[in-house]
């Protein structure tokens, strides 16, 4: 049976207060068998904890998004690097980054809060999920003196930023944005991932796949991303299917029992 590995959604977003359970549900009987339920804020970390809890193919990430720079006190720092000594279930420092699309006047905010997060990682031994717009050689400037393992999560450049992440190491995740028309930037990008570093991801509840444009994306969804990247980089929809869980399990360094 084909199985499937959601490397990124944020199951804490309000939009799923009212059903989580039923979108959780939904999920496992899309062949998603696993899930990194990824935190933005320090509210989000506590309670992707408490889903991890519910759900043992469910896997939590403890970290602030980089629009919220300019709020973040040195307590809530604190608080962060708490989750991280006191529970070893998290499994990345994340989401974290620059983003200079929205926050281009808290830049400074953002590049402190963001180096932050990397020494976290470096502390704790943990790999990164890096948010990156409009901010890429800001971002590869800051990383180049920072020895850690990330992941260039929804990777919305093209292929020539691609080809620098590459060669710096990093991984990178591909959501909706591939089944767009007019993402034909990402499309190309998507084809010189080398196989071993390459996920997908919904990034839910956010950038539904075409066919649920408009709607509240969520993790069974990721079969439509699933077929679109299969289809641009010529590979069966099973092998791509277990080539990308297999290296989500591998960057994360997880191993979920299977289901």
Sequence with gaps: MMRIFDSHAHLTDGQFGGDLANVIQSAGANNIKGIICVADTLESSEKAFEISEKYDWIYPTAGIHPHYAQKVMENDVGKLKDLFQLNKKYVAVGETGLDFYYGKDIKEHQIKLFNIHLDMALEFGLPVIIHCRESEDVILNILKDKPVKGLFHCFSGDAF???????????????????????????DAAKIVPSDRLLIETDSPYLAPEGYRGKRNEPSHLVKTLNALADIRGLQLSDLAEATYKNTESFFKINIKVR
Excluded: L, P, R, W
């Design 161 to 187: 930023f691609c080809e620098k992440v590459i060669d710096m190491g990093f991984y990178v995740s591909f959501s909706g944005i591939i089944t767009f028309k007019n993402a034909q930037n990402v499309k």
